[in-house]
């Protein structure tokens, strides 16, 4: 007799090869009609499942794996993990894990793409011109601001800000950072950063790029009075998570000007946006891309289902997967 396989959950489609994979492995219950799942489906969906591969979109918190004494496993296939209530899961000794590392460099691609998009005008260029409006050159139109030689801001010096300061030495950027630690002196001289306070760096910056991680502590962690510390001639940039950012107050300073103009990839309560946000023209807006390319993609994907396997001990490195959030509750299963 052959054990029966325990049964997971794909949350929304992802590549067909890698439901593939986990069905090796597992009963997939998978979404690849891509449903969106609410609070309420998503508990459903979860009962008698020992594992899930979620999406950042998901919010799997106590009321979600409550009275789900099979679920062993939540794989997030994003590095970001504000959509999962750690001491939950943890207290209900549910491993949760991550993907990071895989889109690093993609994302610092986006952040600069983002970043050059928005001090040059490239979307409200392509903009004026689709709209009929450019009938002869002339010295003033759509100027912007330069990105070579000047001060690169990155709030939040992890992987992805590491990453970005390291593209800044191609365009000869002075980097100023601020982080909740300072880096060791000698990857800061690597990366030819200097460390400053908060408001040094928002005073400072030209370019202002946001890679933190979003938590309850960095809710608004640019509201009204951060903005009004920034440079008129500033961009911010955000690559992180929607809240970081108050776009509302963002939208206003945008209108009268405050700063020059933002880049945004990520929105407070996205897919929504804020309608203010829609009617400002120095604002570049992309719907949470910064890590589709279609190599990164696959390899979130794999490493979200390689987590998967690994965590319900399956596989070939059952019991060890690679990027946990919460190992203490790995240790006690041992
Ligand atoms: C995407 O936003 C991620 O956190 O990976």
Sequence with gaps: MTAMKPSVLVTRAIFPDVIDRLAQYFEVDSNQDDVVLDAAALKGRLAGKAGVLANAADKIDAGVVAGLPALRAVCNMAVGYNNLDIPALTAAGIVATNTPDVLTETTADFGWALLMATARRVTESEHYLRAGKWERWSYDMLVGMDV?????????MGRIGQALARRAAGFGMQVLYHNRSRLPADTERALNARYVSKAELLQQSDHLVLVLPYSPESHHAIGAAELALMKPTATLINLARGGIVDDGALAAALRDRRIFAAGLDVFEGEPRVHPDLLTVPNVVLTPHIASASEKTRRAMANLAADNL??????????????SVINPEVMAHRR
């Design 148 to 156: 070579y030689g000047s001060s690169l801001g990155i709030l939040g």
């Design 309 to 322: 396997i690994a965590a319900l001990d399956a596989g070939p490195q059952s019991g060890k997967p690679s």
